[in-house]
């Protein structure tokens, strides 16, 4: 069973940042593309950032200019910056694996 490990969800005011890691096993990570997903309450999951192995990266409309993602090769591990947080942006947020292997989810709540 593919195990992927999230951490730094958490509450945030309006304006601020924060950064989600995601670990993977180097077998998975070294080939496939790892994403970000969130979901907010009574909405589907949707995608928030993609990198795939050769480091072409793409991202919703939504995020454009506030959030970035970058891969740790070495410690096979995907990261999401989250900057110029909005309450919108409230969800929990899933790490994904060649489309395939799901983390737990994180919670960020974006509130004052």
């Known amino acids: 069973q593919v195990q992927l490990v999230e951490s730094g969800g958490g509450l945030v005011q309006p304006g601020g940042s924060l950064r989600l890691s995601c670990a993977a096993p180097?077998?998975?990570?070294?080939?496939?593309?790892m994403g970000w997903y969130r979901q907010a309450p009574g909405k589907q999951r949707e995608l928030v950032a993609m990198?795939?192995?050769?480091?072409?990266?793409n991202y919703a409309d939504s995020v454009k200019g506030r959030f970035g993602i970058s891969r740790d090769n070495v410690n096979s591990t995907v990261f999401l910056q989250m900057n110029s947080l909005r309450p919108e942006d409230t969800a929990v947020y899933y790490c994904?694996?060649?489309?395939?292997?799901w983390g737990q989810g994180t919670q960020v709540t974006v509130s004052s």
């Open positions: 180097g077998i998975i990570f070294r080939v496939s593309p």
């Open positions: 994904n694996a060649a489309f395939r292997f």
């Open positions: 990198a795939t192995s050769d480091g072409t990266t």
